[in-house]
């Protein structure tokens, strides 16, 4: 889970017939500033111009390689949902996620002239005269539009009954931290059905339990916590729920591999080292 480059602009030159191996991240958004590259991979090259720009997630597998003629430079951005978790949903996390399995072969690439390769020209032309914060709105905007093409091809939940409809509404309303303050049985109230109807429904959208997501969900706040502030393992435990430290402890061992002191000492030197 690395932060660094999070919706933060970079810049790396890669010297003539030199491969540039993506940071790891859930999601790379590049565009060749200069020179001549090509996407190397198992499913087939791909040749990038100028200005092109790919969009590529963490299951892909390749290199970029600049032409042995001339150096190539790249301006790239990474996107961690992982960190996105106050703005996204979770049913927009799960049509991410759902994306991301799916993609394979190459990546998804926009050609110099598109008008979103356009936008992304112009948010690098302006980066000393826009704030960090505008700045990082329009590359999380320019990320989600590359994509919203290839959502919209993903398979529809289609709403049966005036409950489905309204579970979809509440899980496309309601973010992350919004959910965790809700118990199953408020959730299913909200939707205005029995606990264990919205247990179905849950489970047949998100193929897990409600307790097993907002474990999840718990989790994957104490990791952010973790990495990005100084708050005590104790005091992340109470931040995310979890009235015992033990329990904490136990459970985040037990998805992540690591009690989340170690975790946390492990991916901070790795953030160092980036």
């Not at 020179?35 to 970029?64: K, R």
């Not at 502030?229 to 430290?245: E, I």
Request: proline share 6%; glycine share 6%.
């Amino acid at each position: 889970m690395a932060a660094k480059g999070h919706l933060l602009l970079h810049q790396i030159l890669v010297v003539p017939a030199g491969e540039w191996n993506f940071p790891p991240a859930p999601w790379v958004v590049l565009r060749l500033e200069q020179g001549l590259a090509y996407w190397i991979s198992p499913a087939a090259p791909m040749e990038l111009a100028p200005g092109d720009v790919l969009v590529a997630s963490n299951q892909l597998q390749g290199v970029l390689r600049a032409s042995q003629i001339s150096e190539a430079t790249v301006v790239y951005y990474t996107v961690n949902p992982d960190l996105l978790g106050g703005f996204l949903t979770l049913a927009e996390r799960h049509l991410l996620q759902s994306l991301q399995s799916r993609t394979s072969g190459l990546p998804l690439h926009l050609p110099s002239r598109h008008g979103l390769a356009v936008e992304f020209a112009r948010i690098c032309e302006a980066t000393s005269e826009i704030t960090p914060l505008v700045q990082r709105c329009r590359l999380l905007h320019l990320f989600a539009a590359t994509l919203q093409q290839h959502l919209g091809q993903l398979p529809a939940y289609t709403a049966n009954g005036q409950a489905e409809k309204r579970f979809h509404e509440l899980m496309a309303s309601l973010s992350e931290p919004e959910l965790l303050r809700y118990t199953p049985r408020e959730l299913a109230a909200r939707c205005g059905c029995s606990p264990r109807h919205f247990a179905r429904l849950f489970h047949a959208h998100f193929g897990c339990s409600v307790r097993e997501k907002l474990t999840e969900l718990r989790l994957r706040k104490a990791r952010e916590l973790l990495l990005l502030s100084h708050t005590t393992v104790a005091g992340v435990a109470v931040a995310t729920g979890f009235r015992h430290l033990g329990l904490f402890n136990a459970v985040f061992k037990k998805h992540f591999g690591e009690t989340p002191r170690r975790w946390r000492e492990l991916h901070r030197q790795t953030e160092g080292a980036l």
